[in-house]
């Protein structure tokens, strides 16, 4: 059954099975093929060759800063006596990002059968999922499923007969965008506030309770069963050198078709809000695209000709981020986009950072007078100077996030802020 917003051009893998509601019950997934991969990775493969299969298809993580899959797993000590933990980032609360709550809401064994081979890779006993607690609808789904893989022996005491354990817990959210970064995630798994930890060390090192854990998000864990059946050169058959393989992007704004699409990662960011997404609607024109997320830098209508690759992306001033594109047309106000944007942040940051707490809760203040009209000359080099000091020095990046839409807004939309600043107008076309 096709997705409402099935496209010819995607390359569907992980969404392969969305709006196929079949595909939701254990058995149904292993009628198409489900839990293949993990029946091939425990009994028939070492750890060491899981690693390296996940390693050779160049998988890079989805949920945001793309570093690579493999990689992390073998950041993981061996044979140190310890307690290994895999976390499972489900809190998909980035601005723009709807992915990872599809692929739990359609598949969620696919998630389940991707997090039990890495467990099984790094050495964890027990798996966390953290899922973001706004998700009411697809909660059940998981839970379902989890009970569901105890059943069928692919969680437990001896998993698939191999006499290894790999327990699963879930863990619901309570709303805080900041248990979202991995190492608040692990504070608020261990029932603290959310707060994010300096690193070193990493929590390969020290994670959650103090023991060696794995934090991978769920679109990253959901590709593992595939490369682990088809190899990973099928998986490089697919995007570039640096960017193997495909991505979803949740499309998001002022877009026709706004959905999910699954691409391979050297796809045209053009050719996705215009051709997959439909362009804006009828009788406007494009003026912006956030092609990550409200964490990444902002490119105008003109500068979208590019792939989406991680090199791609960053080549012409973005990043992939996690994926969440925001396109905006003529009809949008900068200032006031970047304004609600930075509110977010200044709502969010866990206040332990003092560039951080300050510094959003000030820019988000003065880009609120610029949109009211009571801005003053100053105010553009004031929330320049407020994001430098925003970027590069504090605990995690959730400071930085909040600088890249204001200082890529000023660079490319610097008359929208003058139009407020000098003529109380807006440059917007209503
Ligand atoms: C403020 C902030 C929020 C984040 N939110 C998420 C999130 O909701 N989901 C996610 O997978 N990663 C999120 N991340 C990234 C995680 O810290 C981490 O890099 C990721 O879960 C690792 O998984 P991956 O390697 O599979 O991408 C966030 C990072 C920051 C700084
Ligand atoms: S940067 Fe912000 S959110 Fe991150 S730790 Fe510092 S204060 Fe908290």
Redo the contacts with the bound molecule.
């Keep these: 059954m096709a997705y409402p917003f099935a496209h010819p051009r995607e390359v569907r893998i992980v969404s392969k099975h969305f709006g196929d509601a079949g595909a939701r019950p254990v058995d149904g997934w292993v009628e198409r093929g489900g839990y293949r991969a993990a029946r091939k990775a425990l009994p028939e493969m070492t750890r060491d060759q899981v690693i390296a299969t996940v390693e050779a298809s160049g998988l890079?993580?989805?949920?945001?800063?793309?570093?690579p899959?493999g990689l992390?797993w073998k950041f993981m000590p061996k044979d140190d006596g310890k307690p290994h933990y895999l976390v499972v980032?489900?809190?998909?609360?980035?601005p723009g990002?709807f992915k990872?709550r599809e692929i739990l809401r359609w598949t969620p064994h696919q998630l389940l059968e991707g997090a039990i081979i890495g467990a099984y890779a790094i050495r964890a006993e027990h798996i966390y999922i953290y899922i973001?607690g706004e998700f009411v609808d697809v909660i059940p789904v998981l839970r379902r499923a989890v009970v569901e893989a105890y059943e069928r022996g692919f969680l437990g005491e001896d998993v698939l007969g191999t006499g290894l354990r790999i327990e699963c817990t879930i863990h619901v959210g309570a709303g805080a965008?900041?248990?979202?970064?991995?190492?608040?995630?692990l504070s608020s798994l261990e029932g603290r506030r959310a707060e994010?930890r300096m690193k070193p060390p990493f929590p390969a090192q020290a994670g959650l309770f103090g023991m060696p854990t794995t934090?991978?998000?769920?679109?990253?864990?959901a590709a593992v069963p595939h490369i682990l059946v088809n190899g990973a050169d099928w998986y490089r058959q697919w995007g570039t050198e640096q960017s193997p393989g495909t991505k979803l992007f949740s499309c998001c704004g002022h877009l026709r078709r706004p959905g999910n699409y699954e691409v391979a990662m050297d796809f045209n960011l053009k050719d996705l809000v215009f051709d997959l997404c439909g362009g804006p609607r009828p009788g406007r024109r494009l003026r912006a695209v956030i092609p990550g997320g409200s964490?990444v830098p902002v490119l105008t209508a003109d500068e979208i000709d590019c792939p989406v690759s991680y090199e791609g992306l960053v080549q012409a001033g973005s990043m992939v981020g996690?994926g969440g594109l925001i396109a905006m047309d003529d009809s949008a106000c900068l200032v006031r986009a970047v304004r609600r944007m930075v509110e977010f942040y200044a709502h969010?940051s866990c206040g332990q950072c003092t560039q951080c707490r300050e510094g959003t809760a000030w820019a988000a203040r003065i880009l609120r007078r610029i949109e009211e009209g009571e801005g003053r000359d100053s105010d553009i080099p004031l929330l320049l100077d407020i994001s430098e000091n925003m970027a590069g020095k504090t605990i995690?990046?959730?400071s930085d996030?909040a600088a890249a839409p204001i200082v890529s807004s000023i660079q490319k939309f610097e008359d929208e802020y003058w139009a407020h600043i000098r003529r109380r107008s807006c440059t917007a076309v209503s």
Excluded: H, Q, W
Excluded at 89 to 94: C, G, K, L, P, Q
Excluded at 215 to 221: A, D, K, M, Q, Y
């Design positions: 890079r993580g989805r949920g945001g800063a793309g570093f899959t992390k980032n489900a809190d998909e609360s980035e990002t990872d973001r965008y900041i248990a979202g970064e991995e190492t608040g995630m994010p934090v991978n998000n769920v679109e990253s864990l964490s996690s969010e995690c990046v959730l996030s």
